[in-house]
């Protein structure tokens, strides 16, 4: 027998449900059993875990280097590498990529440093690149890319205030209802300070569109400050900011992570911007405002290791460089599935793996 992560689709709600069950050999994945313990904390079950896409090939391209995921709108999954490339990922009899699709910038080059996904009603892809940093939509065949305005202190030096072409636009999400995307700088912009418990700064971006409008009509609207956790591990670096996810009820799901030389942490937060000021006209931050409340739902280095296998050193053999995120359920009015993927980097000390995680939300004002 084998052991497996399936994925598969939810019936009148269009959405996916995670479905899991548990074999015996071969250890490429595995998955919840009801005698097993996978509390990550109070908030946070991690399901299971696959490494099936691992050090794979799909029409001659290498299935790795994953950085985001988004639901698609037949229900599959699309999963971004960094290297220009978009995978369907096909969950049904097996995790296999089923499709792949160039992405090209404006003079038909694969130079983009892709990072974040989001896919619009209309099968509109959203994706962002670190090297300027931009966001790109892309035809549902990947052509036709047209850029969205980019306020100018987000841009990499000299141009703007971005020290790092790799420490730019990591995270994507749409809100609820689609008039809102935010995305999330995982670094600093030179000149930002600390806050008061001396955490980095960085800042989350929104864009706006009214009902009916187009992903082209997306204007540049409010900015926000956001304090990143210290590196338990790296006294010289903070944890950056990975990826981003809008809850139902309009909150994001953060994802924090770092590296040193003894492995990854890798941390998961409900953030509320609902009493956070707007940081467009703060030239560096503190100032006055207001930061993004946040709340620790798990630092995933506590969950249990389900026995997986690691290639480098781990404080916990299951993490690895986690940099995608994406909502795939909706169980119950307080509860989510998650999907994460991590990002090996082409590095053969490192694994492509997805994890399934069951995350229950605290009330809004908790």
Same mark, same amino acid.
């Given at each position: 027998?084998?052991?497996?992560?399936?994925?598969?689709?939810?019936?009148?709600?269009?959405?996916?449900?995670?479905?899991?069950?548990?074999?015996?050999?071969?250890?490429?994945?595995?998955?919840?059993?009801?005698?097993?313990?996978?509390?990550?904390?109070?908030?946070?079950?991690?399901?299971?875990?696959?490494?099936?896409?691992?050090?794979?090939?799909?029409?001659?391209?290498?299935?790795?280097?994953?950085?985001?995921?988004?639901?698609?709108?037949?229900?599959?999954?699309?999963?971004?590498?960094?290297?220009?490339?978009?995978?369907?990922?096909?969950?049904?009899?097996?995790?296999?990529?089923?499709?792949?699709?160039?992405?090209?910038?404006?003079?038909?080059?694969?130079?983009?440093?892709?990072?974040?996904?989001?896919?619009?009603?209309?099968?509109?892809?959203?994706?962002?690149?670190?090297?300027?940093?931009?966001?790109?939509?892309?035809?549902?065949?990947?052509?036709?890319?047209?850029?969205? =305005?980019?306020?100018?202190?987000?841009?990499? *030096?000299?141009? /703007?205030? #971005?020290?790092?072409?790799?420490? @730019? %636009?990591?995270?994507?999400?749409?809100?609820?209802?689609?008039?809102?995307?935010?995305?999330?700088?995982?670094?600093?912009?030179?000149?930002?300070?600390?806050?008061?418990?001396?955490?980095?700064?960085?800042?989350?971006?929104?864009?706006?569109?009214?009902?009916?409008?187009?992903?082209?009509?997306?204007?540049?609207?409010?900015?926000?400050?956001?304090?990143?956790?210290?590196?338990?591990?790296?006294?010289?670096?903070?944890?950056?900011?990975?990826?981003?996810?809008?809850?139902?009820?309009?909150?994001?799901?953060?994802?924090?992570?770092?590296?040193?030389?003894?492995?990854?942490?890798?941390?998961?937060?409900?953030?509320?911007?609902?009493? =956070?000021?707007?940081?467009?006209?703060?030239? *560096?931050?503190? /100032?006055? #405002?207001?930061?993004?409340?946040? @709340? %620790?739902?798990?630092?995933?280095?506590?969950?249990?290791?389900?026995?997986?296998?690691?290639?480098?050193?781990?404080?916990?053999?299951?993490?690895?460089?986690?940099?995608?995120?994406?909502?795939?359920?909706?169980?119950?009015?307080?509860?989510?599935?998650?999907?994460?993927?991590?990002?090996?980097?082409?590095?053969?000390?490192?694994?492509?793996?997805?994890?399934?995680?069951?995350?229950?939300?605290?009330?809004?004002?908790?």
């Amino acid at each position: 027998m084998r052991r497996h992560l399936r994925i598969a689709l939810a019936t009148a709600t269009a959405a996916l449900a995670l479905c899991s069950s548990l074999g015996v050999a071969g250890g490429s994945a595995v998955a919840r059993d009801q005698n097993d313990e996978h509390k990550c904390s109070d908030n946070v079950d991690v399901d299971a875990f696959s490494d099936d896409l691992d050090a794979t090939l799909f029409q001659k391209r290498y299935v790795g280097n994953l950085s985001g995921l988004a639901v698609d709108t037949d229900g599959s999954i699309a999963a971004l590498s960094d290297r220009s490339l978009l995978f369907r990922l096909d969950m049904e009899p097996e995790l296999k990529p089923g499709a792949v699709t160039d992405l090209r910038d404006e003079q038909g080059y694969p130079s983009l440093d892709s990072e974040a996904l989001v896919i619009d009603s209309d099968k509109t892809r959203l994706v962002t690149s670190e090297i300027e940093p931009s966001i790109r939509l892309y035809d549902e065949s990947g052509r036709n890319p047209v850029k969205l =305005a980019m306020p100018k202190r987000l841009l990499v *030096k000299p141009a /703007g205030r #971005a020290p790092d072409r790799n420490l @730019t %636009l990591e995270g994507l999400t749409l809100q609820p209802g689609g008039h809102t995307l935010i995305a999330s700088m995982e670094g600093p912009l030179e000149g930002d300070g600390k806050d008061t418990a001396g955490h980095t700064l960085v800042r989350l971006q929104s864009w706006h569109r009214e009902q009916g409008q187009a992903a082209k009509d997306f204007k540049i609207s409010k900015q926000y400050g956001y304090a990143v956790d210290k590196n338990p591990d790296n006294a010289n670096k903070d944890l950056g900011i990975s990826e981003i996810a809008a809850t139902p009820d309009g909150r994001l799901l953060v994802l924090e992570r770092g590296h040193s030389p003894s492995g990854n942490t890798v941390r998961l937060y409900l953030a509320d911007l609902s009493q =956070a000021s707007d940081v467009t006209d703060v030239e *560096k931050l503190p /100032g006055a #405002a207001h930061l993004v409340r946040k @709340t %620790l739902l798990a630092d995933l280095l506590k969950c249990p290791d389900l026995g997986a296998p690691a290639k480098q050193p781990q404080h916990n053999k299951l993490l690895d460089n986690i940099e995608g995120m994406t909502i795939i359920g909706h169980p119950s009015a307080d509860e989510l599935t998650l999907l994460l993927v991590s990002d090996d980097n082409a590095n053969v000390n490192q694994i492509t793996r997805l994890y399934a995680l069951t995350v229950r939300l605290p009330s809004s004002g908790s």
